[in-house]
Protein backbone atom coordinates (compact mmCIF):
# COMPACT_ATOMS: atom_id res chain seq x y z
CA UNK A 1 0.00 0.00 0.00
CA UNK A 2 2.76 2.65 0.64
CA UNK A 3 5.23 0.97 -1.56
CA UNK A 4 5.33 3.34 -4.21
CA UNK A 5 3.95 6.32 -1.94
CA UNK A 6 7.10 9.29 -1.95
CA UNK A 7 5.72 10.62 1.71
CA UNK A 8 5.09 13.69 2.31
CA UNK A 9 5.29 14.41 5.99
CA UNK A 10 8.87 15.40 6.50
CA UNK A 11 9.35 17.82 3.50
CA UNK A 12 6.18 20.03 4.82
CA UNK A 13 8.02 20.00 8.68
CA UNK A 14 11.02 21.13 7.52
CA UNK A 15 8.83 24.30 6.38
CA UNK A 16 6.04 24.66 8.55
CA UNK A 17 8.90 25.03 12.10
CA UNK A 18 10.36 28.29 10.04
CA UNK A 19 7.15 29.51 10.85
CA UNK A 20 7.23 31.17 14.12
CA UNK A 21 4.00 29.81 15.91
CA UNK A 22 4.43 30.66 19.69
CA UNK A 23 1.71 31.39 21.89
CA UNK A 24 1.26 33.62 25.13
CA UNK A 25 -0.18 32.73 27.97
CA UNK A 26 -0.33 36.26 29.51
CA UNK A 27 -2.61 37.20 26.33
CA UNK A 28 -6.44 37.56 26.56
CA UNK A 29 -6.66 37.47 22.32
CA UNK A 30 -7.74 34.81 20.34
CA UNK A 31 -5.56 32.98 19.44
CA UNK A 32 -3.20 34.35 21.97
CA UNK A 33 -0.55 35.71 19.24
CA UNK A 34 -1.76 36.72 15.36
CA UNK A 35 1.62 35.28 13.72
CA UNK A 36 -0.02 31.52 14.72
CA UNK A 37 -2.49 32.35 11.89
CA UNK A 38 0.81 32.52 9.28
CA UNK A 39 0.70 29.24 9.62
CA UNK A 40 -2.75 28.39 9.63
CA UNK A 41 -2.95 30.30 6.69
CA UNK A 42 -0.36 28.06 4.92
CA UNK A 43 -2.22 24.79 5.71
CA UNK A 44 -5.82 26.09 4.79
CA UNK A 45 -3.93 26.56 0.99
CA UNK A 46 -2.43 23.57 0.96
CA UNK A 47 -5.37 21.69 1.70
CA UNK A 48 -7.01 23.05 -1.20
CA UNK A 49 -4.42 22.32 -3.48
CA UNK A 50 -4.36 18.51 -2.36
CA UNK A 51 -8.18 18.64 -3.37
CA UNK A 52 -9.27 18.95 -0.12
CA UNK A 53 -11.62 21.51 -1.27
CA UNK A 54 -13.54 23.06 1.88
CA UNK A 55 -10.49 23.67 3.52
CA UNK A 56 -10.61 27.06 6.08
CA UNK A 57 -9.23 28.97 8.49
CA UNK A 58 -11.53 30.69 10.80
CA UNK A 59 -10.94 34.29 12.60
CA UNK A 60 -9.99 32.78 15.66
CA UNK A 61 -7.17 31.02 13.61
CA UNK A 62 -8.52 27.34 13.71
CA UNK A 63 -8.55 25.37 10.30
CA UNK A 64 -11.27 23.59 9.38
CA UNK A 65 -11.25 20.57 6.40
CA UNK A 66 -13.04 17.22 4.95
CA UNK A 67 -12.07 14.44 3.48
CA UNK A 68 -15.13 13.20 2.14
CA UNK A 69 -16.19 9.55 2.47
CA UNK A 70 -16.02 7.20 -0.56
CA UNK A 71 -17.72 4.36 1.33
CA UNK A 72 -20.96 2.45 0.49
CA UNK A 73 -21.57 2.04 4.29
CA UNK A 74 -22.71 4.59 6.76
CA UNK A 75 -19.23 5.26 8.49
CA UNK A 76 -18.41 6.95 12.09
CA UNK A 77 -16.95 10.63 10.89
CA UNK A 78 -13.34 10.48 12.80
CA UNK A 79 -11.08 13.75 13.58
CA UNK A 80 -7.35 13.47 13.52
CA UNK A 81 -6.65 17.09 15.27
CA UNK A 82 -2.77 18.69 15.87
CA UNK A 83 -1.79 22.17 17.26
CA UNK A 84 -0.10 25.21 15.02
CA UNK A 85 1.46 26.70 18.31
CA UNK A 86 4.83 26.05 19.93
CA UNK A 87 5.37 26.53 23.58
CA UNK A 88 6.77 29.55 25.25
CA UNK A 89 9.21 27.84 26.96
CA UNK A 90 11.91 28.27 24.55
CA UNK A 91 12.36 30.40 21.14
CA UNK A 92 10.48 29.51 18.25
CA UNK A 93 12.06 32.23 16.05
CA UNK A 94 14.19 31.82 13.33
CA UNK A 95 14.05 28.00 13.88
CA UNK A 96 16.82 26.42 11.50
CA UNK A 97 15.92 22.47 10.71
CA UNK A 98 18.80 20.53 10.22
CA UNK A 99 18.76 16.63 8.41
CA UNK A 100 21.18 13.95 9.51
CA UNK A 101 21.10 11.12 7.66
CA UNK A 102 21.35 7.72 8.52
CA UNK A 103 21.97 8.53 12.37
CA UNK A 104 24.41 5.76 13.87
CA UNK A 105 24.56 6.57 17.83
CA UNK A 106 27.18 9.50 17.17
CA UNK A 107 26.88 12.57 19.78
CA UNK A 108 25.26 15.25 17.67
CA UNK A 109 26.71 19.32 17.99
CA UNK A 110 24.04 20.97 17.25
CA UNK A 111 26.16 24.08 14.91
CA UNK A 112 24.71 27.24 16.29
CA UNK A 113 25.21 26.35 19.68
CA UNK A 114 28.16 24.00 20.50
CA UNK A 115 26.95 23.07 24.11
CA UNK A 116 23.90 21.85 23.32
CA UNK A 117 24.66 18.27 22.18
CA UNK A 118 21.87 15.40 21.37
CA UNK A 119 23.58 12.33 23.57
CA UNK A 120 22.20 8.60 22.89
CA UNK A 121 23.77 8.24 26.23
CA UNK A 122 20.89 10.93 27.74
CA UNK A 123 18.15 10.18 25.21
CA UNK A 124 17.91 6.27 25.34
CA UNK A 125 14.74 6.34 22.45
CA UNK A 126 17.85 6.98 19.87
CA UNK A 127 18.75 3.57 20.27
CA UNK A 128 15.47 2.71 18.24
CA UNK A 129 16.83 5.09 15.60
CA UNK A 130 19.87 3.74 14.26
CA UNK A 131 20.31 4.38 10.32
CA UNK A 132 17.10 6.83 10.44
CA UNK A 133 17.00 9.83 9.58
CA UNK A 134 16.62 12.86 12.53
CA UNK A 135 15.73 16.34 12.01
CA UNK A 136 16.83 18.91 15.10
CA UNK A 137 17.12 22.20 15.28
CA UNK A 138 20.23 24.37 15.63
CA UNK A 139 20.83 24.70 18.73
CA UNK A 140 19.48 28.08 19.44
CA UNK A 141 15.55 27.25 19.94
CA UNK A 142 13.32 24.61 19.96
CA UNK A 143 12.58 22.50 16.83
CA UNK A 144 8.94 22.36 16.91
CA UNK A 145 8.04 18.80 16.53
CA UNK A 146 5.58 19.53 18.99
CA UNK A 147 2.94 19.91 17.45
CA UNK A 148 4.18 20.83 13.81
CA UNK A 149 4.73 17.42 13.46
CA UNK A 150 1.58 16.34 13.87
CA UNK A 151 0.58 18.77 11.78
CA UNK A 152 2.92 17.70 8.62
CA UNK A 153 1.50 14.01 9.17
CA UNK A 154 -1.67 15.18 9.06
CA UNK A 155 -1.37 16.65 5.59
CA UNK A 156 0.50 13.94 4.44
CA UNK A 157 -2.89 11.94 5.20
CA UNK A 158 -4.79 14.26 3.31
CA UNK A 159 -2.10 14.03 0.34
CA UNK A 160 -2.01 9.97 0.54
CA UNK A 161 -6.23 9.73 0.51
CA UNK A 162 -6.66 11.81 -2.00
CA UNK A 163 -4.13 10.19 -4.52
CA UNK A 164 -4.71 6.60 -3.58
CA UNK A 165 -8.83 6.40 -4.15
CA UNK A 166 -8.70 2.61 -3.76
CA UNK A 167 -8.67 2.79 -0.24
CA UNK A 168 -11.87 2.82 1.30
CA UNK A 169 -12.45 4.89 4.40
CA UNK A 170 -15.21 7.29 5.59
CA UNK A 171 -15.35 10.54 6.08
CA UNK A 172 -12.49 12.26 7.68
CA UNK A 173 -12.35 15.53 9.12
CA UNK A 174 -8.74 17.32 9.86
CA UNK A 175 -8.97 20.35 12.79
CA UNK A 176 -5.48 22.53 13.53
CA UNK A 177 -5.79 24.37 16.63
CA UNK A 178 -3.85 27.28 17.83
CA UNK A 179 -3.18 27.82 21.91
CA UNK A 180 -3.06 24.21 23.04
CA UNK A 181 0.61 25.37 24.78
CA UNK A 182 -1.17 28.01 26.83
CA UNK A 183 -4.20 25.89 27.47
CA UNK A 184 -6.59 27.59 25.56
CA UNK A 185 -6.76 25.11 22.10
CA UNK A 186 -10.44 24.43 22.31
CA UNK A 187 -11.32 27.19 23.60
CA UNK A 188 -13.25 28.81 20.26
CA UNK A 189 -13.42 25.19 18.62
CA UNK A 190 -17.07 24.90 16.65
CA UNK A 191 -17.83 21.07 17.52
CA UNK A 192 -20.72 21.72 15.40
CA UNK A 193 -19.27 23.21 12.04
CA UNK A 194 -16.45 19.68 12.61
CA UNK A 195 -19.44 17.12 12.48
CA UNK A 196 -16.75 14.74 13.69
CA UNK A 197 -18.32 11.99 16.12
CA UNK A 198 -14.83 10.46 17.46
CA UNK A 199 -11.29 12.45 17.16
CA UNK A 200 -7.71 11.34 17.42
CA UNK A 201 -5.06 14.26 18.33
CA UNK A 202 -1.46 13.29 17.03
CA UNK A 203 1.09 14.93 19.91
CA UNK A 204 2.53 12.00 21.10
CA UNK A 205 5.86 10.67 21.43
CA UNK A 206 7.59 7.34 20.68
CA UNK A 207 6.45 5.36 17.64
CA UNK A 208 3.80 3.22 18.97
CA UNK A 209 3.00 5.06 21.81
CA UNK A 210 -1.12 5.40 22.43
CA UNK A 211 -1.98 7.99 25.26
CA UNK A 212 -5.44 6.92 26.57
CA UNK A 213 -5.38 8.90 29.62
CA UNK A 214 -3.97 12.60 30.97
CA UNK A 215 -3.59 14.79 34.71
CA UNK A 216 -6.98 16.09 35.71
CA UNK A 217 -5.85 19.62 36.25
CA UNK A 218 -6.56 22.94 37.98
CA UNK A 219 -5.14 26.23 38.01
CA UNK A 220 -4.83 28.36 41.75
CA UNK A 221 -4.17 32.11 42.26
CA UNK A 222 -3.11 32.80 45.63
CA UNK A 223 -3.36 36.64 46.08
CA UNK A 224 -1.77 37.96 49.43
CA UNK A 225 -2.42 41.62 50.53
CA UNK A 226 0.46 42.79 52.57
CA UNK A 227 0.38 46.31 54.72
CA UNK A 228 2.28 49.11 52.96
CA UNK A 229 3.67 52.33 54.23
CA UNK A 230 6.66 54.70 53.61
CA UNK A 231 9.69 52.00 54.18
CA UNK A 232 11.29 55.22 55.54
CA UNK A 233 8.76 55.24 58.79
CA UNK A 234 7.49 51.33 58.38
CA UNK A 235 8.58 49.84 61.67
CA UNK A 236 5.92 48.12 63.39
CA UNK A 237 3.82 48.67 60.15
CA UNK A 238 4.58 47.32 56.73
CA UNK A 239 3.81 43.87 55.62
CA UNK A 240 5.57 42.75 52.93
CA UNK A 241 3.03 40.50 50.58
CA UNK A 242 6.53 39.60 48.73
CA UNK A 243 8.32 38.08 51.34
CA UNK A 244 5.03 36.17 52.74
CA UNK A 245 5.20 34.74 49.61
CA UNK A 246 8.41 33.66 49.64
CA UNK A 247 7.66 31.74 52.68
CA UNK A 248 5.12 29.75 51.00
CA UNK A 249 7.01 29.11 48.20
CA UNK A 250 9.40 28.09 51.08
CA UNK A 251 7.41 25.97 53.03
CA UNK A 252 6.21 23.83 49.92
CA UNK A 253 7.25 20.07 50.22
CA UNK A 254 11.20 19.79 48.48
CA UNK A 255 10.55 16.23 48.20
CA UNK A 256 7.15 14.89 47.22
CA UNK A 257 4.48 17.30 45.57
CA UNK A 258 6.19 18.67 43.04
CA UNK A 259 7.48 18.03 39.66
CA UNK A 260 10.80 17.70 40.15
CA UNK A 261 10.14 15.06 42.78
CA UNK A 262 7.39 12.96 41.10
CA UNK A 263 6.89 10.69 38.26
CA UNK A 264 4.45 8.21 37.10
CA UNK A 265 1.19 8.20 37.99
CA UNK A 266 1.89 10.89 41.14
CA UNK A 267 0.78 14.24 41.03
CA UNK A 268 2.10 17.45 42.26
CA UNK A 269 1.79 21.42 43.39
CA UNK A 270 3.72 23.52 41.00
CA UNK A 271 4.68 27.73 41.04
CA UNK A 272 4.33 28.68 37.97
CA UNK A 273 4.13 32.58 38.42
CA UNK A 274 4.61 35.13 40.78
CA UNK A 275 4.11 38.96 40.36
CA UNK A 276 3.47 42.14 42.89
CA UNK A 277 4.79 44.26 45.22
CA UNK A 278 4.64 44.47 48.97
CA UNK A 279 0.95 45.70 49.13
CA UNK A 280 0.12 43.07 47.02
CA UNK A 281 1.65 40.07 45.28
CA UNK A 282 0.00 37.22 43.49
CA UNK A 283 1.28 33.13 42.77
CA UNK A 284 -0.06 30.75 40.16
CA UNK A 285 -0.07 27.48 40.62
CA UNK A 286 -0.75 24.40 38.28
CA UNK A 287 -2.24 21.10 40.22
CA UNK A 288 -2.08 18.04 38.66
CA UNK A 289 -3.28 14.54 39.47
CA UNK A 290 -4.68 11.62 37.65
CA UNK A 291 -7.76 10.82 40.53
CA UNK A 292 -9.55 14.22 39.40
CA UNK A 293 -11.20 13.95 43.66
CA UNK A 294 -6.97 14.02 44.04
CA UNK A 295 -7.22 17.31 42.89
CA UNK A 296 -9.36 18.99 45.84
CA UNK A 297 -6.86 16.98 48.63
CA UNK A 298 -3.71 18.83 47.14
CA UNK A 299 -5.86 22.30 46.89
CA UNK A 300 -6.99 21.70 50.45
CA UNK A 301 -3.54 21.15 51.86
CA UNK A 302 -2.27 24.12 49.97
CA UNK A 303 -5.17 26.58 50.90
CA UNK A 304 -4.17 25.33 54.56
CA UNK A 305 -0.68 25.70 54.69
CA UNK A 306 -1.17 29.35 52.93
CA UNK A 307 -3.63 30.26 55.63
CA UNK A 308 -0.66 29.32 58.45
CA UNK A 309 2.01 31.18 57.21
CA UNK A 310 0.09 34.15 56.59
CA UNK A 311 -1.91 33.98 60.20
CA UNK A 312 2.09 34.50 61.17
CA UNK A 313 1.64 38.44 60.04
CA UNK A 314 -0.91 39.97 61.83
CA UNK A 315 -3.39 42.35 59.45
CA UNK A 316 -2.54 40.22 56.26
CA UNK A 317 -5.03 38.55 54.48
CA UNK A 318 -5.12 36.55 51.22
CA UNK A 319 -7.38 34.61 48.44
CA UNK A 320 -7.59 31.76 46.92
CA UNK A 321 -9.32 31.02 43.69
CA UNK A 322 -9.39 27.80 42.35
CA UNK A 323 -9.99 27.17 38.05
CA UNK A 324 -10.57 24.23 36.47
CA UNK A 325 -8.58 23.48 33.36
CA UNK A 326 -8.90 19.79 31.75
CA UNK A 327 -9.85 16.48 32.98
CA UNK A 328 -8.60 13.06 32.63
CA UNK A 329 -9.63 11.81 29.73
CA UNK A 330 -10.02 8.44 30.45
CA UNK A 331 -13.70 8.84 32.21
CA UNK A 332 -15.02 9.65 29.00
CA UNK A 333 -12.37 6.93 27.08
CA UNK A 334 -13.50 4.30 29.40
CA UNK A 335 -16.85 4.92 27.73
CA UNK A 336 -16.39 4.60 24.18
CA UNK A 337 -13.51 1.29 24.32
CA UNK A 338 -13.71 0.94 19.99
CA UNK A 339 -11.99 4.21 20.25
CA UNK A 340 -8.79 3.20 21.29
CA UNK A 341 -9.40 -0.80 20.35
CA UNK A 342 -8.83 0.35 16.91
CA UNK A 343 -5.93 2.72 17.50
CA UNK A 344 -4.46 -0.43 18.85
CA UNK A 345 -4.71 -2.36 16.14
CA UNK A 346 -4.03 0.50 13.40
CA UNK A 347 -0.32 1.09 15.26
CA UNK A 348 -0.20 -3.32 14.95
CA UNK A 349 -0.85 -2.84 11.16
CA UNK A 350 1.64 -0.42 10.65
CA UNK A 351 4.39 -2.78 11.71
CA UNK A 352 4.72 -1.60 15.75
CA UNK A 353 4.09 -2.46 19.20
CA UNK A 354 1.64 -0.77 20.62
CA UNK A 355 2.57 1.14 24.02
CA UNK A 356 -0.05 2.45 25.81
CA UNK A 357 0.77 5.21 28.00
CA UNK A 358 -0.17 7.99 30.33
CA UNK A 359 0.39 11.98 29.72
CA UNK A 360 1.65 13.41 32.50
CA UNK A 361 0.31 16.74 30.93
CA UNK A 362 -2.86 17.02 29.14
CA UNK A 363 -3.63 17.29 25.41
CA UNK A 364 -6.48 19.03 23.50
CA UNK A 365 -7.85 15.92 23.59
CA UNK A 366 -8.54 16.35 26.94
CA UNK A 367 -11.05 18.97 26.78
CA UNK A 368 -12.41 17.46 23.12
CA UNK A 369 -13.25 14.20 25.38
CA UNK A 370 -15.29 16.11 27.91
CA UNK A 371 -17.07 18.44 25.12
CA UNK A 372 -18.28 15.35 23.31
CA UNK A 373 -15.38 14.42 21.26
CA UNK A 374 -13.75 11.28 22.56
CA UNK A 375 -10.01 11.70 21.88
CA UNK A 376 -7.29 9.75 22.49
CA UNK A 377 -3.47 10.89 21.37
CA UNK A 378 -1.26 9.43 18.86
CA UNK A 379 2.28 9.64 18.60
CA UNK A 380 3.63 11.75 16.11
CA UNK A 381 7.10 11.25 16.97
CA UNK A 382 8.21 13.93 18.79
CA UNK A 383 11.30 13.62 21.02
CA UNK A 384 12.95 15.89 24.05
CA UNK A 385 10.02 18.81 23.23
CA UNK A 386 10.16 22.34 24.79
CA UNK A 387 13.84 22.19 24.34
CA UNK A 388 16.49 23.03 22.07
CA UNK A 389 17.81 19.45 21.77
CA UNK A 390 14.33 18.62 20.25
CA UNK A 391 14.46 15.76 17.84
CA UNK A 392 12.21 13.77 15.34
CA UNK A 393 12.92 11.27 13.11
CA UNK A 394 11.57 10.62 9.64
CA UNK A 395 11.07 7.21 9.82
CA UNK A 396 8.85 8.00 12.82
CA UNK A 397 6.80 10.51 10.92
CA UNK A 398 6.14 8.13 8.22
CA UNK A 399 5.16 5.37 10.31
CA UNK A 400 2.06 8.01 12.03
CA UNK A 401 1.01 8.62 8.52
CA UNK A 402 0.74 5.17 7.95
CA UNK A 403 -1.27 4.37 11.30
CA UNK A 404 -3.36 6.97 10.63
CA UNK A 405 -4.44 5.74 7.16
CA UNK A 406 -5.30 1.99 8.47
CA UNK A 407 -7.04 3.63 11.52
CA UNK A 408 -9.58 5.21 8.56
CA UNK A 409 -9.47 1.86 7.23
CA UNK A 410 -10.77 0.09 10.17
CA UNK A 411 -13.44 2.32 11.16
CA UNK A 412 -14.69 1.79 7.60
CA UNK A 413 -14.62 -2.07 8.08
CA UNK A 414 -15.84 -2.57 11.43
CA UNK A 415 -18.99 0.02 10.45
Not at 92 to 119: A, E, F
Amino acid sequence: MFENYKFTAAERFFRYVQVDTQSDPLSSSQPTTEKQKDLAKILAAELKEIGVSDAEMDQHGYVYATIPSNSAKKVPVICFCAHVDTAPDCSGTQVKPILHKNYQGQDIVLPDDKTQVLRLSEYPYLQTQMGNDLITASGTTLLGADDKAGVAEIMDLANFLTKNKNIVHGEIKILFTPDEEVGKGTAKVDLKKLGADFGYTLDGGEAGSLEDETFSADGVQVTIHGVISHPGYAKGKMINAMKIAGHILDALPKDRLSPESTEGKRGFIHPVRIEGAAEKCTIDFIIRDFETPGLQKKEDFLRTMVAETVRTYPKAGFEFQVTEQYRNMKEILDAQPQVVDYAKEAIERAGLKVKTESIRGGTDGSRLSFMGLPCPNLFAGEQAIHSKLEYISVQDMNKAVETMVHLAMIWEEKA
